[in-house]
């Protein structure tokens, strides 16, 4: 094969994206967060992701990165991430600390990532201060020029907090405010697959306009699904491979570790 050749078969093969979320992580890896140990969870998490996946183009956190968001924290995980070897991005959720987190891009610009014909396109949703999420206008206006100049492009959008009701009182409290307004600037798109969010610690598909809007389960504690009040579910951390092809479809699933003893504590009744 000659080298042109070669490098468009290279441009257009398959790639594999790893989503993981909601790590947060505490400025010392001893230590606890109701009752488990974030930095375990979240090396069993990446243990898996590297035994069923040798070949990642790239991971991507989808935010709350830290539970205790000082700089030392945000370090560790980037040395971590670097040791990993894979190419790895992140957004900021409401329990991290914006003045620390370590964007990709100055604020308003999202940060674009690009992976053959794949673009996935980082917003940030977190506003200091508060638990719920807005996606500033700025970062709209700066999104629907991206958008613009991508449409030869099979695009994903990724943010932390959830655009569309989890159907649990106390969580959608929390949610993405101005769905609406995201929704207005992806409309008129057609090359958008899918959008993937954190935030809700629960595994969950909702579609809209023909997009897929899909959550993932955290690499620490997991919420009840459905639930009116704060419940946690005892289950497993996971994370979600997306198999992005070169045809523009995708295929997804959800991988939680096996023989993981959950060790939350129950008596917490918020976090
Ligand atoms: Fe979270």
């Known amino acids: 094969m000659n080298a042109e050749k ?65 700089p030392e924290t945000y370090d560790r995980y980037i040395n971590y991430m670097k040791e990993f070897g894979v190419d790895f991005y992140h957004i900021p959720g409401n329990h991290d600390n914006l003045r620390f987190f370590p964007f990709h ?43 613009a100049q991508l449409q030869d492009c099979f695009v994903i959008i990724a943010c932390h907090h959830n655009p569309f009701e989890m159907r649990s009182k106390w969580l959608d409290q929390h949610k993405l405010k101005n769905a609406d307004e995201l929704k207005a600037v992806l409309e008129p798109f057609q090359n958008i697959k899918a959008l993937i969010h954190g935030h809700v610690h629960q595994e969950s598909f909702n579609e809209w306009n023909g997009i897929p809007f899909i959550s993932t389960p955290a690499t620490c504690v997991q919420f009840k699904p459905l639930s009116q009040e704060f419940a946690f579910d005892q289950i497993a951390p996971g994370y979600r491979c997306l198999h992005l092809k070169a045809s523009g479809e995708f295929e997804t699933v959800v991988h939680r570790l096996k023989n993981f003893k959950v060790t939350i504590n129950e008596e917490i009744s918020g976090y």
Do not use: C
Not at 51 to 56: A, E, F, S, T
Not at 118 to 133: E, F, P, Y
Not at 140 to 146: A, S
């Open 6 to 70: 070669l490098q468009l078969t290279e441009f257009h093969k398959d790639r594999v994206i790893i989503q993981i979320t909601d790590t947060h992580l505490m400025d010392r890896p001893e230590a606890e967060f109701v009752g488990i140990n974030p930095e375990e969870n979240f090396h069993a998490v990446m243990d898996d992701i590297k035994q069923q996946y040798p070949h990642v183009d790239a991971i991507v956190h989808t935010g709350d990165l830290a539970q205790a968001a000082f």
């Open 105 to 147: 891009t100055p604020e308003p610009r999202p940060a674009v990532i690009s992976i053959g014909q794949w673009r996935i396109i980082l917003l940030n949703s977190a506003v200091s201060g508060q638990t719920d999420g807005r996606i500033q206008n700025e970062q709209l206006l700066e999104l629907k020029k991206i958008l």
